[in-house]
T-cell receptor, first 116, second 113 residues
Framework: SQKIEQNSEALNIQEGKTATLTCNYT??????LQWYRQDPGRGPVFLLL?????KEKRKERLKVTFDTTLKQSLFHITASQPADSATYLC???????????????FGKGTHLIIQP | DVKVTQSSRYLVKRTGEKVFLECVQD?????MFWYRQDPGLGLRLIYF???????EKGDIPEGYSVSREKKERFSLILESASTNQTSMYLC????????????FGPGTRLLVL
């Protein structure tokens, strides 16, 4: 069955450093991968989408890489700030029987803590 | 600005009650989704809908039903609430025919006693 793995342990990073989060998947070939941010008691908020034919995507201090050979995506936050503390979820498209995607399947998320 | 709203932020119900969770989006999105989120289990898809009056089962549909009478509104129904349905319920919508970016509501934290 399809499986998405994110580091379940909290990641503690010093303010100003680069935080790197990992998303690994098995038994699947997604057309794209997404990253979401979730704050306690809130719904996830979309951050970035990267397609299977893209190696890297950037948005301000965020960078996502996508290695379809390793079946892995890395999510980087440069110059991290305490306000970046949250849970970050990766999500893959689900392929339906007809070949089209049928929504997303989410990893369990990694809790990131940026310490001042 | 994209907006998905859910009828309640917090809800307390008794075992056996019928529970309605409402979700409304104002973006004219075709697709709407219901998830539940539990510690250690992550987000799990309950039901989704690609069009009015259309519904598809997700990964954990047992004990739930849905209704989509209008494009902007997607309701999740717990026919007879049980304690194991205590959870955070999240609604989402998207514009692409399949998947792509989903916009989430703030969530409803349901406690079944």
């Amino acid at each position: 069955s399809q499986k998405i793995e994110q580091n379940s342990e909290a990641l503690n990073i010093q303010e100003g450093k680069t935080a790197t989060l990992t998303c690994n998947y098995t038994n699947y070939s997604p057309a794209y991968l997404q990253w979401y941010r979730q704050d306690p008691g809130r719904g996830p908020v979309f951050l970035l989408l990267i397609r299977e034919n893209e190696k890297e995507k950037r948005k301000e201090r965020l960078k996502v890489t996508f290695d379809t050979t390793l079946k892995q995506s890395l999510f980087h936050i440069t110059a991290s700030q305490p306000a970046d503390s949250a849970t970050y979820l990766c999500a893959l498209d689900i392929r339906g029987p007809g070949g089209g995607a049928d929504g997303l399947t989410f990893g369990k998320g990694t809790h990131l803590i940026i310490q001042p | 600005d994209v907006k998905v709203t859910q009828s309640s932020r917090y809800l307390v119900k008794r075992t056996g009650e019928k529970v309605f969770l409402e979700c409304v989006q104002d973006m004219d999105h075709e697709n709407m989704f219901w998830y539940r989120q539990d510690p250690g289990l992550g987000l799990r898809l309950i039901y989704f809908s690609y069009d009015v009056k259309m519904k598809e089962k997700g990964d954990i549909p047992e004990g739930y039903s849905v209704s989509r009478e209008k494009k902007e509104r997607f309701s999740l129904i717990l026919e007879s609430a049980s304690t194991n349905q205590t959870s955070m319920y999240l609604c989402a919508s998207s514009s692409h025919p399949r998947g792509e970016t989903q916009y989430f509501g703030p969530g409803t934290r349901l406690l079944v006693l």
